[in-house]
Each structure stands twice: as C-alpha cells, then as structure tokens.
C-alpha cells in the first residue's frame, strides 16, 4: 500500500489535548491552513481563500512535547503520513476528514521566535503492554546524551 506524506504550515485552532490510547500516550490538535492571495479587482489588497482543517495526532514524547508547547493560535508547521477519511454524520450525510499522523512538527520561525529545552529528565511514554523502548540511541524522553550526539557542536567547533 502507498502512503502519502506531507507538510502543512497553519495555525492550531484548540489548545492540543493529551489521550492515553492503547499503546500509550498521544496528543491531538487541529491546524486550519489557508492561502492569502491578491485580490485582483482591488490592488494591494489581500484576502484569505476558505480554511483546510487537518487533525494532527502526533505519539509518545513529541506529542507530549507538542502539547507543553503549542497552544490556540500558535503558528506550526506539521510533516506526516496523511490520511483521508469518510464518515457519517447523525443527519445520514456524509463528510470528508484529513488527519495527519505527525512524524516532525513544530513553530513556524516566519511569525516569531522560539526556544528550545531538552528533555533530558521526562521518561519514555513505552506501550500499555510495557514492552517496547525508545527508538535507536536515543535516552530518557527519546533524546541523545548531548555527550555522544552527532549533531551537537561545541562553541569553538562551529567557528572553525
């Protein structure tokens, strides 16, 4: 089966809200997306076109991770397996969702500025059945020891 993924920028419509499933703890939220275009009667005025809404669930640490740090309003961009749904409302007609399974997402740096903390003493969320652990090398909160990460560079290193 082919899976599609993209990436959304927009903006959360609710604060997310953190559920405890079957395989441990995820996050929700809605991001609504919308392109401002030129008006073409009227120059130099702008106006937005009608809002896509995505539901975003995003597992384990980075879902928890989302919700101490997203809230209502906040400017995001999200990338993740996207999946269309059908269903049936209680007056028997039928609508289309978009939900986005999250793999990386977080503020869009276009609108403002953010900071970033490690995670270094927030445990795994590990599967209700206690088996499982966090991915690759990663340590407590599914972050690398800044000792033994590849990716972190010391002052004087980044100057050279």
Not at 31 to 37: K, L, N, W
Not at 98 to 124: I, M
Request: hydrophobic share 30%; net charge negative; charged share 25%.
């Amino acid at each position: 089966m082919y899976e599609t993924y993209t990436t959304v920028q927009g903006r959360l419509v609710a604060d997310p809200v953190v559920k405890q499933g079957r395989y441990g703890a995820f996050t929700t939220f809605r991001v609504a997306q919308s392109e401002r275009h030129q008006v073409r009667e009227e120059p130099g005025r702008w106006a937005d076109s009608e809002p896509s809404f995505f539901e975003v669930s995003v597992n384990r640490a980075p879902g928890e991770n989302a919700a101490r740090c997203l809230r209502k309003g906040h400017p995001v961009v999200v990338h993740g397996r996207l999946r269309i749904r059908q269903f049936q409302r209680d007056d028997g007609s039928y609508g289309t969702s978009a939900e986005l399974d999250a793999y990386a997402l977080g503020h869009d740096l276009r609108w403002g500025v953010t900071s970033f903390t490690r995670n270094g003493d927030v445990e795994p969320v590990l599967p209700a059945s206690g088996g499982g652990a966090p991915r690759d090398d990663a340590g407590p909160g599914g972050v690398r020891d800044a000792a033994t990460d590849p990716y972190v560079v010391e002052e004087d290193e980044s100057a050279a």
